[in-house]
């Protein structure tokens, strides 16, 4: 097997254990959804600790928010573009709400990915009934097409292939450079090295620059003890940070947006979330789910070492300087 492969496979892995995580919680009543056991085929999951099912209940809801603004923002007219997408339900959590309308969305992710979940959603009907009969026009191989969602295999740190993906859409009519779109990244720029993110974002606001926004959630403040043990914890899973530089602290994750031509970026840690936005009735609903904490320090920590950060380019005035968390 290549390096690369095997690199691949450590990432792709990541993927599993966030969504054992998320089902364990989702199994405890932190939210709802039921999509997510039959994408990734799993009924028995490993108990968690109460601080990882709430930082994946902020992680999940805080994105959400940013999403629902900015689809708002737009009245629908819009398109989203999840990178780095998994077995992520997000585009059904949209499709069940009405007032949550959009023109098109576009899972991607390693062809080792998508294949898997364009089969289940092919192959069970709870899921393939979601979504109008597939548009037999575009065959995409390892992937899935529809009129309002499009599964499309690529490896994001390879910038040509990535951007020969997307002409196929653009060629059919299914994504629109003119379009605001917001894309979506959950714990995969901190995978790829300092230099193939910087492409990819550089590639994204010059693309789409237009109208873009780009929302991101990962790793901050790793240089302390705690940000060092968790490194020390996915290296020995082989799965390494690659991209940590970026990582550091909210100036080093909001120049990565700027140096790639993004006008303005934010960034605010969960601590901040948690304490400052998260409604204060479904705080205290999540954190009694399992019988309390004990106490709140180790919460802290955790949330203090991952971190939203979003940046845009907004040529039409839009009003993207406006989505921020309230």
């Known amino acids: 097997m290549s390096k690369a492969a095997i690199d691949n496979s450590n990432i792709i892995e990541t993927n599993n254990d966030a969504c054992q995580c998320k089902l364990f919680a989702i199994e405890r009543g932190y939210w709802k959804d039921p999509y997510l056991k039959l994408l990734a085929h799993s009924t028995q999951h490993e108990r968690r600790t109460p601080e990882i099912s ?153 693309t789409f620059s237009q109208c873009c926004l780009f929302v991101n959630f990962e790793q901050i403040n790793m240089n302390d003890r705690f940000g060092q043990i968790m490194i020390e914890n996915l290296k020995q899973r082989s799965c390494h940070l690659v991209g940590m530089d970026s990582c550091q602290d909210k100036t080093s994750q909001c120049q990565r947006y700027l140096d790639a031509n993004f006008t303005s970026a934010q960034c605010v840690t969960l601590n901040e979330y948690y304490r400052k936005y998260l409604n204060s009735n479904e705080k205290q609903r999540i954190e009694h789910i399992d019988g309390g904490l004990d106490e709140k320090e180790l919460l802290e920590q955790l949330f203090e070492h991952y971190c939203f950060s979003w940046a845009y380019r907004d040529e039409k005035n839009l009003g993207l300087n406006r989505i921020a968390f309230e």
């Open 54 to 206: 709430l930082g994946y209940y902020v992680r999940v809801y805080g994105l959400r928010s940013l999403i629902e603004k900015f689809i708002k923002l737009t009245n629908g007219q819009c398109q989203i573009i999840n990178l780095g997408c998994g077995f992520d339900t997000t585009i059904f959590y949209l499709l069940d709400n009405e007032n949550l309308k959009f023109k098109h969305f576009v899972d991607v992710d390693f062809d080792e990915l998508t294949e898997v979940k364009s089969m289940r959603i092919q192959r069970v009907p709870f899921l393939q009934k979601k979504f109008s009969q597939a548009n037999q026009s575009l065959k995409i191989p390892c992937g899935f097409h529809s009129s309002l969602y499009t599964i499309l295999p690529a490896d994001l740190r390879d910038i040509t292939q990535l951007d020969s993906q997307l002409k196929r859409l653009f060629e059919h009519g299914i994504l629109d450079l003119t379009l605001p779109t917001i894309f979506i990244s959950e714990c995969v720029l901190v995978y790829m090295s300092n230099e193939h993110s910087s492409n990819l974002l550089r590639y994204l606001s010059q």
